[in-house]
């Protein structure tokens, strides 16, 4: 059976124009996929015109009639926009007539309307969002980076047994090294949550590393770091704010005068390379694990070559099977990974 | 009268190799100042030595016969080590030898003793460690970065309160911008807490500019961003390693060929204008704010540029009366600031 991948092509500040061409890079570069494009006809029909691609094989094109706004609340997308862009793309999954999703739009819509129409995955108490990022040695999946603000020690030792089946799952990895993000100052090490986290890790069969500071993320110390939703946002916006500003630094610093104009152009091969090698394109689409369905949020400014690696990473862990092996991942580790029965009434 | 800065000559990874020098060149730079080196008298004499500054004027030597290690337990260093060059300074500071005092020392020994040496100020429940970081458009000073892991709305305020005195005071701001460190997916807008100290903060008479998300730190959308310590620790660490990885890539590149080496020579002075304008060294020196009594903490690994730099700061904070200015301002927002008798309890 062909695996298919939805699209929600509206999505993202750039819509048809970037999704669409991002859509045949793909296909260009996976002949084996099927990609509903789901949107207004009118402008993806326009913009397949415009590449040539209508008709083309591999592509299909499934009408919604709404687009949920980049700033729309979830409670307006879920009960007002039923026939959205974004809506309709997890339905497809819903249905089975898709494997996976890719949206770049709202990530509260996204993950708000994900929950509501998929729901989590049984053992599961709250999804979790989870990127990648770069390190000195390769890769890291961190995870919560935003979904969840307050987390339980259970809800934490869930996001490692995700986070940890997702690298077992597409990098093929035995037993990725799993770190609990926690403070280095000597006095406090950590809140309640975190100690009570470290313990049920401890426990649990996972390749527990232990705690890890923030300057270990892209060490690459481990390959799955764990914290809350908010100390992940903090820390992958904090990231973005510091690369942002270095890289427009050194492009001030090369553009102030003819002979750095000069410096720059001699170094052009060595600034290309390391652009390349930190390229946030190359590590867009982040996985929104916990679901009954795999769910991916690209950046909502993701341009062509980053939309593509979003869909990239929907395709892979569709084919990798990544719902069912964390079904089971879940189920093993079940008693250590249930939520205390009071904890639950509160969620 | 002299202001005197007490120097834990012994603290950090280096000792007075790296402390005895960066004496000198603070007091080339800044005549008005007197120094108290404090440690083992032998090690620091030859250091003095060895710069021909024996008996130099400004410079006084106190001994200590101990000395704090790196990874001492808080407790152990408060208990056995009452003659130790960290525990001396902060004496000199209690009992009005000195005005300021800067230790490159470990963090947790350095706040637990200040803390059990000097107190906190009246109506601050907790001491916060605040550091300056580079942005885009200046500079921000970030609290807490390490000292609370778990925080009350108030303790948010306080802090909010004690950074913009900090501001106002160095670097002689009117009303300096206060933000709050918070995420921002659509979902949900932070946590309990810094849901309430939000509320703290519009009511009070600083300028609270509302919540800021990580990219807004290094964009300098604020002169001061308030955390608890765990974020702020993390995406100070975070950070740290960020721009180590991308310091190494770009060296890994530039060292890649002759060809590259060639191009690293044509760049150096805008490699060297580029380091320059974000060298941790010259952001060195975080105030442990709250406590009766300044305290500079430098980071461990410090040489004799960064380690002047916390001087500096410690110097400026004394001389610009940091502790007085804080004392008012507390005062006068008082009501607002002190904790319900409860949360008091329970400190």
């Known amino acids: 059976m ?47 015109a415009r590449a040539r ?12 009639t709404q687009v949920v706004g980049m700033d729309e609340d979830v409670r307006t997308a879920i009960r007002t926009k039923k026939d959205s862009s974004m809506r309709v793309a997890i ?19 996204l993950m708000g309307t994900a929950k509501f129409v998929l729901k989590t995955l049984p053992g599961i108490d709250r999804p979790a969002i989870c990127a990648v990022l770069p390190t000195r040695t390769g890769q890291v999946y961190a995870l919560d980076l935003g979904a969840n603000a307050d987390c339980t020690p259970e809800n934490l030792l869930q996001f490692a047994i995700m986070g940890s089946t997702l690298v077992k799952a597409v990098e093929g990895k035995e037993r990725p090294s799993v770190g609990l993000l926690n403070i280095g100052a000597e006095d406090i090490k950590g809140n309640d949550v975190v100690k009570k986290a470290a313990e ?14 923030g300057d ?21 916006k904090t990231s973005e704010g510091l690369a942002r500003m270095l890289g427009d630094f050194l492009k001030e610093e090369y ?13 052009w091969p060595v600034i290309r390379a390391f652009r390349r090698r930190v390229d946030h394109r190359r590590y867009n689409g982040a996985a929104l694990l916990g679901l009954r369905g795999i ?52 969620l």
Chains 1, 2 share one sequence.
Do not use: W
Request: glycine share 10%; with cysteine.
């Open 91 to 109: 339905d497809l999954v819903k249905d089975g007539h898709a494997q996976a999703c890719v949206s770049a739009g709202n990530t509260g819509a």
């Open 255 to 267: 553009t102030r005068s003819v002979f750095t104009r000069l410096a720059a152009l001699v170094s």
């Open 295 to 346: 769910v991916v949020k690209s950046h909502g400014s993701a341009d062509r070559l980053a939309f593509t690696t979003a869909i990239a990473r929907a395709a892979s862990e569709a084919s990798h099977g990544l719902l069912e092996r964390i079904g089971e991942e879940v189920a093993a580790m079940a008693p250590l990974a249930a939520s205390p029965p009071s904890a639950q009434a509160a």
């Open 200 to 213: 049920l890790l401890r426990a649990s069969p996972l390749n527990f590393h232990g705690n890890v500071e």
């Open 2 to 48: 062909t695996t298919v991948i939805a699209v929600d092509a509206m999505g993202g500040d750039h819509g048809p124009s970037v999704t669409v061409p991002a859509c045949l890079d793909f296909l260009d570069a996976h002949p084996g996929f099927e990609l509903a494009l789901v949107g207004l006809s009118e402008p993806i029909g326009r913009e397949l």
């Open 216 to 236: 270990d993320i892209y060490r690459g110390t481990t390959d799955v770091v764990v914290c809350d939703g908010f100390v992940g946002n903090v820390a992958l």
């Open 53 to 64: 691609a209508s008709g083309r094989a591999g592509i299909r094109v499934v009408s919604a």
